[in-house]
């Protein structure tokens, strides 16, 4: 991959985002040599339920035009509403030509299989063991929550508190480890250089993993964002989070008690959340989480979220996930929501309705073949594969005023290593600067691998 991107689609295994594949049906250079390579083989997309609406109509999309060259795809979720699994079995079907297969089964955990002769929904049984009670606990205050955080690393237990935004979360750290001291304390998110963020992954998951000892774990707390809701098998004594989604509060209660450690008494999510009342206001959330209110803008379903926690006060992972879901998600449920919520949703629903449009505008199109499209043929390091602000990749260096190197500098592919992603609007052009740096930037970059632009 950090050779060349192309390359990827056309060997045996490749992994790589999702990005990567949606520019196969994207207006971007070699877009057909990246469908030829996909075609090729399974598609397999993890966390399907976490990309926005602009990119899951990308990921139809694709699985239309991967259906109709013969593809095979692996979709995975364990959050999933059955309205966003009928869209993607509906664009797969699509593609093969065939009208679409009404899903019936809400059993969970579920296997749904379609093919061009039909489809299966097939109920699975969980994985021994997973099954647990969590018990809800809810704050209102982030002082509140630092004090329970202390309390259990005083009792020599592990903790994680999951922010909904990166602000949030360094602000988090910065208290904690002033007050329990730096190494136990630790801050992971996804603005690090991505040398730096893997080394620290590997960290995480030798404090906090499935074979991380009692020893490793006493007293460490964890402060992160969304990186750890999925795809790490993580595993805490307690934990706390940020009100969010529904299906993002489950996944991150899956790293509660994950794995049998003897005993632990029951375990507790608690949830930083807004007072809750039957009438209010519009600045309910952005009240508490300012930022995080940009992040997550459906208030109304925060607010279902957070009742329906509140009445249950507890719910079993993952036995209550399809119920709990639904209940957020079901058609029926917006009447719920308080009015001035409402206003809220319907402005976020009109936002995710113009998302949509503009994915179906810059997608290609199956049927109509290759035409002139609104953004022609562009290079695959500008072509939109998410909406939101423009951000652009620098890369880091270190100057000792002889020599420029790499911020990551211990790997063949140091200088993708120390790659980090900033919003556009922060780089307004190249800097200018004196003749003996200036030849080292040029050299600096003419080392560097792949587009150097």
């Known amino acids: 991959m950090a050779d060349n991107r192309k390359k990827a689609f056309l060997a045996a295994v490749g992994v790589g985002t999702l990005d990567q594949a949606l520019l196969a049906v994207l207006p971007s250079r070699h877009q057909s040599l990246r469908l030829l390579g996909l075609g090729r083989s399974v ?52 593609g093969t030509g065939d009208v679409s297969f009404p899903l019936q089964v809400n059993d969970y955990p579920l296997f749904t299989h379609v093919n061009p002769a039909g489809g299966l929904e097939q109920p699975i049984s969980a994985r021994r063991g997973s099954s647990r009670t969590v018990r809800v606990k809810i704050v209102h205050e982030s002082a509140t929550v630092e004090t329970l955080v202390k309390e259990a690393a005083a009792a020599g237990r592990c903790a994680c508190w999951v922010r909904n935004t990166v602000a949030d979360a360094v602000s988090a750290y910065e208290r904690l480890s002033r007050d329990l001291g730096e190494d136990n304390v630790m801050l992971f998110h996804a603005r690090f250089a991505l040398g730096d963020r893997l080394e620290l992954e590997r960290d995480v998951l030798r404090l906090f993993g499935k074979d991380s000892s009692h020893e490793d774990r006493a007293g460490k707390i964890l402060i992160a964002t969304q990186v750890v809701e999925q795809s790490l098998d993580l595993d805490f004594d307690f934990m706390v989070t940020d009100l969010a989604p529904i299906e993002l509060i489950i996944q991150r209660a899956g790293r509660l008690h994950r794995h049998p450690r003897g ?113 022609q043929w562009l290079e695959d390091t500008v072509t939109p594969t998410r909406v939101g602000a423009p951000t652009t990749t620098v890369r880091l260096a270190r100057w000792d005023g002889t020599t420029l190197m790499p911020w990551f500098s211990t790997d063949r592919f140091a200088w993708d290593l120390s790659q980090v992603s900033v919003n556009r609007a922060r780089i307004a052009e190249p800097s200018h600067h004196d003749k003996v740096l200036e030849a080292e930037v040029e050299r600096a970059t003419e080392s560097m691998p792949g587009d150097r632009g």
Not at 48 to 70: E, I, K, S, W
Not at 294 to 310: C, F
């Open 263 to 375: 005993a632990r008494g029951l375990a507790t999510l608690c949830i930083l959340c807004p007072p809750l009342n039957a009438a209010p206001k519009s600045t309910w959330y952005s009240d508490v989480f300012p930022q995080a209110s940009y992040v997550y803008p459906s208030h109304g379903q925060l607010w279902l979220a957070a009742n329906m926690l509140i009445e249950r006060g507890k719910f079993i992972v993952p036995d209550d996930a399809r119920c709990l879901v639904e209940t957020v998600y079901g058609e029926e449920e917006g009447d719920v929501v308080p009015q001035e919520l409402r206003k809220r949703d319907l402005d976020a629903d009109g936002k995710s309705r113009a998302d949509i449009s503009l994915a179906q505008l810059n997608g290609l199109n199956l049927d109509a073949g290759y035409t002139t499209t609104l953004n």
């Open 43 to 94: 598609l397999i997309v993890d966390e399907v339920h976490a990309y926005d609406p602009y990119m899951h109509t990308l990921l139809r999309n694709l699985l239309q035009f991967h259906a109709a060259q013969g593809g095979s795809a692996i979709l995975l979720s364990a959050t999933l509403p059955r309205k966003t699994r009928q869209e993607l079995v509906n664009s797969f079907r699509q």
